[in-house]
């Protein structure tokens, strides 16, 4: 008798203000959770293709991607790409992806797409030879049809807050779309955690804006902190995660405790449900 692996834990890392570390985290967290053990794929649904681009998956090689999923010209399995890490694939994306709000406007799955195409995964032959354990889905830096169908996807979402003065700001029309969707979408959603991201040690306000938002989001706000690194800056442009292009760097250290601390609150959440 043939034993399905465990269905994957889809988490959706969102935030519509762009330059707050969400694709940094998803490349470095997926690769942080791929290094301990976990099995990884990275959707990624941003235009722009960042993710795909971080985790070294060259633009001429993208052949079949997010676009073809969601219009419905190609299954899941079929655009998954392995990357240079262990235990870490990533379905990688296009600029097509631009057109796709137009063109599913009118249809009446338009905001279950991505929640189809997972399901259909987990029915795949290649879904039984890897067992993915985790799905990390890299949003757009906005509230469109493509953060919607990554809600409508997910059991929870995990949201950046980059160290500045406005950090806060915008948190709340995210936090009601994200009610919205659990009410009329997917009643499991939840918000699994919010990430301190460019965090400066040097400078009085990131330690300012650190305080006021774990007096405004308490227990939702991670004990890890990401800091501002050279060395992740630097990665992408290799076409790696920070974690292979430099392993001991201050942030490598902090998406590893990330990982672990996402882990651990998972099986609080298990737990609780069970």
Known sequence: MNILPEMPRVLALANQKGGVGKTTTAINLGTALAAIGEKVLVIDLDPQGNASTGLGIEHRDRGLSTYEILSGDCAMDEAIRETAVQRLWVAPSTMDLLGLELEIASTSDRAFRL????ENLTHSRLFKEIGFTYVLLDCPPSLNLLTINALSASHSILVPLQCEFFALEGLSQLLSTVEQVKSALNPELSIHGIVLTMYDSRNNLSSQVVADVRETMGDAVYDTIIPRNVR?????????????????????????????????RERQLRSVAA
Request: glycine share 6%.
């Open 232 to 264: 992740i800056s630097e990665a992408p442009s290799y076409g790696k995660p920070a974690l292979l292009y430099d392993l001991k760097c201050a942030g490598s250290q902090a998406y590893l405790r990330l990982a672990s601390e996402i882990i651990q």
């Open 115 to 118: 929640r189809n195409a997972i």
